[in-house]
């Protein structure tokens, strides 16, 4: 059981006779405890406080007081933040593993490591304006297996499941944050509105930003590190919590698993393997089923979730080889995408739990697992990026040769060369991008306003001014606005006895497009701002809209009034 866990106990059986100042004794003494036991990570949080409470003061804004000369320095300590919360993180999962493992100097432990990784990504961050996929992935990638690794010492430490505690925690923290917002700012807007009526708004909203601050970064993390579990203690996962997954959310998971056995027996008795998203639908199920098995792995409550975290390795073997066989007929068609690649490397982790299950074993070694995978493929040449463009660069040159379209590494387009294949070829090349590849930017370049691609034009159409307009004969004004308009092109004319009237809009679209394609031109004559249909005149102040070759038209920003006689 937690410290802070204790004190609310205590709080709550004493809360009628223990006085003000006791109650501040307490809370002083687990701000202590909280220090006694994570030193370098509170020390990295007071430290990051300092430097975002710098960040908020130095932000560039007109009315800042401090002008234009911090923005430099606001760029730098902005760049910094992800190097002071990965050395955070890294010095809390430090400390579980000397709880873990115990060491004779493990506040020496988790400072060493802590600025080795805060030193790295503050010399990788630094100076980069805009960061590039592989630096976002990779800090992502470290901070994902700095949680699973502190997940995995957490379990271990305490020889219990750890996730519900760390659910606990995280709950808990981001719970008392928000409510502590909440109320803090309820106070300042009171201050500003009753007692300071004439502040500065930069004053006002630096005041609203240091709430913010305070109630998720200063409260917030050190809640989260306060809550988790002792070394050696059991964590006792509220019942209340078990039932909740037990009864409600386990049956409504066996459905799921029902119709995605259902989708087997249509492939089976259709004979083929139709389109679908099955893959998102049977990643999702082993993410439930990882969820269940590492918070009621040691449940006794339900003999029958028992028996299902035992023979799930079997009962999903059917949806693995559908979900597997449909993943390799998209690779084969159109290669690896990061967001198909990283779905593979889900369910390899998912299978591992599966089979951690069946084995039962514990969940800890799922944590370590996904640990590795997450190192593996954000920091190595597996990564999520790398891989899934060299299977686009290779697919792209085997069509290219395929249909002998590359000349002396440069990309030619032939007469009989099928519109459809070009706007593929295209598409590859964007999704490789032209700061990677100069084959592909030589396609973008070359392939741009080839007749036949499936280009959407954008038309933003405008009208010359109107001083008045003749509105004899007319009984009701209505305001239209895009949200009138349906996907078919008809605007909904809503009338006084709320019947509804629908107008095709395409005979108007055509007019006007014409004539901007006749006199290359948007900004269209009075005469064209006006579209008589029966009992109807439409008067548009602004179309914006794009029509593609096939003809559909895509509206964006058309409004104007209707005139009903």
Same mark, same amino acid.
């Given at each position: 059981?937690?410290?802070?866990?204790?004190?609310?106990?205590?709080?709550?059986?004493?809360?009628?006779?223990?006085?003000?100042?006791?109650?501040?004794?307490? #809370?002083?003494?687990?701000?202590?405890?909280? &220090?006694?036991?994570? %030193?370098?990570?509170?020390?990295?949080?007071?430290?990051?406080?300092?430097?975002?409470?710098?960040?908020?003061?130095?932000?560039?804004?007109?009315?800042?007081?401090?002008?234009?000369?911090?923005?430099?320095?606001?760029?730098? #300590?902005?760049?910094?933040?992800?190097?002071?919360?990965?050395?955070?993180?890294?010095?809390?999962?430090?400390?579980?593993?000397?709880?873990?493992?115990?060491?004779?100097? %493990?506040?020496?432990?988790?400072?060493?490591?802590?600025?080795?990784?805060?030193?790295?990504?503050? $010399?990788?961050?630094?100076? &980069?304006?805009?960061?590039?996929?592989?630096?976002?992935?990779?800090?992502?990638?470290?901070?994902?297996?700095?949680?699973?690794?502190?997940?995995?010492?957490?379990?271990?430490?305490?020889?219990?499941?750890?996730?519900?505690?760390?659910?606990?925690?995280?709950?808990?923290?981001?719970?008392?944050?928000? #409510?502590?917002?909440?109320?803090?700012?309820?106070?300042? /807007?009171?201050?500003?509105?009753?007692?300071?009526?004439? /502040?500065?708004?930069?004053?006002?909203?630096?005041?609203?930003?240091?709430?913010?601050?305070?109630?998720?970064?200063?409260?917030?993390?050190?809640?989260?590190?306060?809550?988790?579990?002792?070394?050696?203690?059991?964590?006792?996962?509220?019942?209340?919590?078990?039932? &909740?997954?037990?009864?409600?959310?386990?049956?409504?998971?066996?459905?799921?698993?029902?119709?995605?056995?259902?989708? &087997?027996?249509?492939?089976?008795?259709?004979?083929?393997?139709?389109?679908?998203?099955?893959?998102?639908?049977?990643?999702?199920?082993?993410?439930?089923?990882?969820?269940?098995?590492?918070?009621?792995?040691?449940?006794?409550?339900?003999?029958?979730?028992?028996?299902?975290?035992?023979?799930?390795?079997?009962?999903?073997?059917?949806?693995?080889?559908?979900?597997?066989?449909?993943?390799?007929?998209?690779?084969?068609?159109?290669?690896?995408?990061?967001?198909?690649? /990283? +779905?593979?490397?889900?369910?390899?982790?998912?299978?591992?739990?599966?089979?951690?299950?069946?084995? *039962?074993?514990?969940?800890?070694?799922?944590?370590?697992?996904?640990?590795?995978?997450?190192?593996?493929?954000?920091?190595?040449?597996?990564?999520?990026?790398?891989?899934?463009?060299?299977?686009?660069?290779?697919?792209?040159? *085997?069509?290219?040769?395929?249909?002998?379209? $590359?000349?002396?590494?440069?990309?030619?387009?032939?007469?009989?060369?099928?519109?459809?294949?070009?706007?593929?070829?295209?598409?590859?090349?964007?999704?490789?991008?032209?700061?990677?590849?100069?084959?592909?930017?030589?396609?973008?370049?070359?392939?741009?306003?080839?007749?036949?691609?499936?280009?959407?034009?954008?038309?933003?159409? +405008?009208?010359?001014?109107?001083?008045?307009?003749?509105?004899?004969?007319?009984?009701?004004?209505?305001?239209?606005?895009?949200?009138?308009?349906?996907?078919?092109?008809?605007?909904?004319?809503?009338?006084?006895?709320?019947?509804?009237?629908?107008?095709?809009?395409?005979?108007?679209?055509?007019?006007?497009?014409?004539?901007?394609?006749?006199?290359?031109?948007?900004?269209?004559?009075?005469?064209?701002?006006?579209?008589?249909?029966?009992?109807?005149?439409?008067?548009?102040?602004?179309?914006?809209?794009?029509?593609?070759?096939?003809?559909?038209?895509?509206?964006?920003?058309?409004?104007?009034?209707?005139?009903?006689?």
């Amino acid at each position: 059981m937690s410290a802070w866990t204790s004190f609310y106990q205590q709080f709550l059986k004493e809360g009628s006779t223990l006085n003000i100042s006791m109650r501040i004794l307490h #809370l002083k003494g687990q701000a202590h405890a909280l &220090v006694r036991r994570f %030193p370098v990570a509170v020390c990295w949080q007071v430290v990051g406080f300092l430097v975002a409470a710098a960040i908020i003061l130095l932000r560039p804004e007109s009315t800042s007081p401090f002008g234009t000369v911090g923005t430099e320095l606001f760029d730098h #300590l902005v760049r910094l933040m992800p190097a002071f919360f990965a050395a955070w993180l890294a010095a809390a999962a430090c400390q579980l593993l000397t709880d873990a493992f115990p060491q004779k100097r %493990p506040i020496l432990i988790g400072a060493a490591v802590s600025v080795a990784l805060f030193i790295v990504l503050a $010399v990788l961050w630094y100076g &980069v304006e805009i960061p590039s996929r592989h630096l976002l992935i990779g800090t992502g990638g470290v901070l994902l297996a700095l949680s699973f690794l502190a997940l995995f010492f957490l379990e271990r430490s305490n020889r219990t499941p750890g996730l519900p505690a760390l659910t606990f925690a995280a709950a808990f923290s981001l719970g008392t944050s928000i #409510l502590l917002f909440l109320g803090l700012m309820t106070c300042a /807007a009171a201050f500003w509105a009753l007692v300071v009526t004439d /502040a500065a708004s930069w004053t006002a909203e630096t005041v609203y930003l240091f709430i913010g601050l305070t109630a998720y970064q200063l409260w917030g993390l050190a809640a989260f590190l306060g809550t988790l579990p002792q070394a050696g203690t059991r964590y006792a996962f509220p019942a209340a919590a078990q039932k &909740v997954l037990l009864y409600l959310l386990f049956p409504v998971y066996a459905l799921l698993l029902l119709v995605l056995y259902l989708y &087997v027996g249509k492939i089976i008795l259709a004979g083929e393997m139709p389109v679908g998203t099955m893959n998102w639908y049977a990643s999702f199920a082993l993410l439930a089923f990882t969820l269940f098995f590492g918070t009621l792995a040691e449940q006794n409550r339900l003999s029958l979730f028992t028996r299902f975290l035992k023979w799930g390795l079997l009962l999903f073997l059917p949806i693995l080889a559908v979900q597997l066989y449909g993943v390799y007929l998209r690779y084969e068609a159109y290669g690896l995408t990061t967001a198909r690649y /990283a +779905s593979m490397i889900c369910t390899v982790c998912g299978i591992y739990a599966l089979i951690t299950a069946f084995l *039962r074993k514990k969940p800890q070694q799922i944590y370590l697992c996904a640990a590795i995978l997450a190192l593996i493929f954000t920091l190595t040449p597996l990564n999520i990026i790398d891989v899934p463009q060299h299977s686009q660069e290779a697919r792209l040159s *085997r069509i290219l040769t395929e249909n002998n379209l $590359v000349q002396d590494g440069q990309f030619i387009i032939r007469d009989d060369t099928p519109p459809e294949l070009i706007e593929e070829i295209r598409d590859i090349a964007f999704y490789i991008g032209e700061e990677s590849s100069p084959l592909a930017a030589n396609i973008i370049s070359e392939s741009y306003g080839v007749k036949g691609l499936r280009q959407p034009k954008i038309y933003d159409i +405008s009208f010359d001014a109107r001083e008045a307009m003749d509105i004899s004969g007319y009984q009701t004004l209505r305001r239209f606005s895009r949200e009138d308009i349906t996907s078919e092109g008809l605007l909904t004319i809503r009338r006084a006895d709320e019947s509804e009237e629908l107008i095709d809009l395409t005979p108007y679209i055509d007019r006007v497009t014409a004539y901007a394609e006749e006199h290359d031109t948007f900004s269209l004559p009075r005469e064209l701002q006006e579209y008589d249909v029966g009992e109807y005149r439409l008067q548009f102040d602004a179309i914006y809209f794009t029509r593609a070759a096939d003809g559909g038209i895509n509206y964006f920003d058309t409004n104007g009034f209707a005139l009903m006689r």
